[in-house]
């Protein structure tokens, strides 16, 4: 693993020396690459026992919530492992509102989800933000389990049987002809391969930014999109007078108290935007190919994933919280001729990865600049004994 650290660290590095206009670029291009790679299909990323364009979405749903999570985990240091909640409350938000029991269209019940969302965070965080560590873990792994137990019993929210029929997305372009029509004002051919020779492949056509059965393309490129919109807002708070007060109250809150930081807001604040990010993800993830959602959708192990992808990621940074999430959504996918095994393969990198990777695998800027600087001491140090035992 030394190697591979290194290999990490002098990425980072590199990523964080360079001018602003180029990390732009680059940027921009990875973002375009991503949206082309479920058409492109390459031989050795696709899966094969499931539809690729399924797995990007699942992929960029679980970078969103990572994002979200990272925020309360990374920003503000807060261990939440109930974060599920705030994921199924969004879904059940959208689905009684679009469908169980209202019928409102999807773009104006997203950010009611939203909001609703937000609200739950506040009513959580605002009596249990006052207690810290391992007390705080424990409340909020009750709260997810609270809203899964909830949902499950009340009936105005589809109880077991869950919410069937959740409307999607408006189309772009003329509907899609019943029961596979395409639609839409154009398609999009799809590449296969031989090999490594590429081909164009006009049987698997995707329409454009048509929310149907048909393919699960658009969907990922709607969250996909939700998700770059995060991240730019991620960065302004992150590099605000709000983000510093979070780091300030993660490295110490009672340090940051004596200085004239407001920590229980500022707290209650991560708690809430994080919480609406969720809800957020939910959202989508409620609208989504399937249009189902039920209280089996949102289970414990879920919340445990999500707080393993900001982890594995590097908490504290919103590229290695995006990395995470989709790492976690897209490994057990692409490994799936291990069936059963494959999980336990899954949980055993995650138990050695942070033995010797604690930071996640890009860690923060702060802990590259204090590793560097610890280096650097610990190498004085070394050179100042050799001379002492030498004179």
Known sequence: MGPVRTALDAMARRWAGMPR????????????????????????????????????FGIAAFALVAVGLNIVIGYAGLLDLGYVGFYAVGAYTTGVLTSYQFHWSFFAALPVAIVVT????????????????DYLAIVTLGFGEIIRLAVTNVEWVGAAAGIKDIPHPPNIGPDPEPPFGTGGLFTIPSLSWDGLVPSVDTGRETPFLVFGAVSAIPYYWLVLTVLILVLVADRLVKDSRVGRAWEATREDEDAAELMGVPTFRFKLL?????????????????????GYINPQSFPLLLSILFVAAVIVGGAGNRWG???GGALVAYLPERFREFSDFRLLVFGLALMILPVYRPQGLLPPRRTIRARAAQEEIDELEGRESAQKEVL
Do not use: H
Request: hydrophobic share 60%; net charge positive; glycine share 14%.
């Open 21 to 56: 206009g180029a990390r732009v670029a680059l940027v921009v291009l990875l973002a375009a690459f991503f949206y082309v790679l479920p058409l492109v299909r390459p031989p050795v990323v696709t899966t094969q026992q499931i539809d690729f364009g399924g797995v990007m």
């Open 118 to 133: 937000m609200i739950t965070g506040v009513l959580l965080g605002a009596p249990t933000l006052r207690v810290r560590g």
């Open 270 to 290: 991560a708690f809430a935007l994080g919480a609406a990010i969720g809800g957020l993800s939910g959202a989508l993830y409620a609208s989504s190919q399937g």
């Open 321 to 323: 919280a995006v990395l």
